[in-house]
C-alpha cells in the first residue's frame, strides 16, 4: 500500500500486490506453487463525502495513465481535485474505520 495523495478532500492509496509473497513461495520448492493473482488498484476516499472507490482492472490501468500523466506534467492541486472529483459518482462505498 502507497499512499499518493492527501488532502482536506481526497486521499488516493496505490494498492500493490505483495512481491516479498512471491518471493517466499519462489523459494519453497518442496510446496506446490499457490495459484496467484497479483493485481494492484487505486482507493480513492472522497473525505467530503465520507465514501471511497476502489478502482481496478481497465480503471486502475486509466487512472494509471492519468498518474503518468501528472508525473510528466506537474499538475496543481486544483487539477488534481477536479480530476478525483471526477470519481466521486463512483464512489458508493461508505468509509468504515475496523
Do not use: C
Not at 459518482?89 to 468509509?95: D, E, I, K, R
Amino acid at each position: 500500500m502507497h499512499m499518493l495523495y492527501d488532502s482536506e478532500s481526497f486521499v488516493v492509496v496505490h494498492m500493490q500486490p505483495d512481491a516479498d509473497l512471491s518471493e517466499g513461495a519462489k523459494s519453497k520448492a518442496a510446496e506446490p506453487p499457490v495459484p496467484q493473482l497479483p493485481r494492484h488498484g487505486f482507493e480513492i476516499v472522497d473525505k467530503r463525502s465520507g465514501k471511497e472507490v476502489y478502482l481496478d482492472g481497465s480503471w486502475a490501468e486509466m487512472f494509471q495513465q492519468q498518474i503518468l500523466e501528472w508525473q510528466r506534467n506537474t499538475p496543481t492541486q486544483e487539477e488534481v481535485e477536479d480530476t478525483l472529483d471526477g470519481y466521486v459518482g463512483l464512489a458508493q462505498n461508505p468509509v468504515l474505520v475496523h
